[in-house]
């Protein structure tokens, strides 16, 4: 036999083999028999494959009981105070997040004169008029929760956490506009003085 022809011949026979392997192969792994999410079932009644939860049950980790935290009130009412103590790193951490979700209605300000207000858009009301400046922090983790006019809800957007930082932030910027020059101690009042002073 010519070498050729014997090496053709050897090819062939592998791929032969190969043919009669890959032809054994079945894909009872690849193509398992399952339900798919929302699929039928004839095994059940409701001829459905999802089965409903029972009743009351609770995913892990998303109880959320504590309604200061979670809904930003206390007895009912808008709460007063925060649910945990606000240091400084959550006030940079509020602000970044104002940055992100709020200034681009509010203004950097919290005027209500954000840039896409500027280009059409609803303005919001101001934060410093006299009913904001009376809210408490309840209420504004509320709006932020629960959206308000023709804002929409948060609460899928932003952690709860983080939402309370915003809360805090807000607040932070109603005092840092609505604070005269006489309420500050001489310390505070020279340090403005400095800041504002061109370099």
């Known amino acids: 036999m010519k070498p050729i022809l014997h090496s053709r011949l050897s090819q062939a026979l592998v791929l032969a083999s190969a043919l009669v392997f890959t032809t054994a192969c079945r894909q009872d792994m690849h193509d398992q028999p399952k339900y798919k999410a929302d699929g039928a079932s004839a095994f059940f009644a409701d001829g459905r494959n999802n089965r409903k939860a029972v009743p009351n049950t609770v995913a892990r980790g998303h109880l959320n009981e504590d309604d200061h935290l979670y809904r930003g009130r206390i007895d009912g009412k808008f709460a007063e105070t925060y649910p945990f103590e606000i240091t400084a790193e959550i006030l940079q951490r509020g602000r970044a997040r104002y940055a992100i979700y709020c200034q681009p209605c509010h203004s950097p300000q919290g005027d209500g ?14 934060y410093h008029i006299e009913r904001l400046q009376q809210s408490p922090p309840g209420y504004f983790f509320d709006v932020l929760t629960n959206g308000f006019g023709a804002m929409y809800d948060y609460a899928d957007r932003i952690n709860v956490e983080d939402r309370w930082a915003i809360t805090a932030y807000v607040q932070t910027l109603q005092l840092s506009q609505n604070t005269k020059a006489s309420d500050l101690t001489p310390e505070e009042r020279a340090k403005l003085t400095a800041a504002t002073k061109p370099k």
């Open 113 to 126: 004169n954000g840039v896409i207000v500027q280009r059409g858009m609803k303005r919001p009301p101001s």
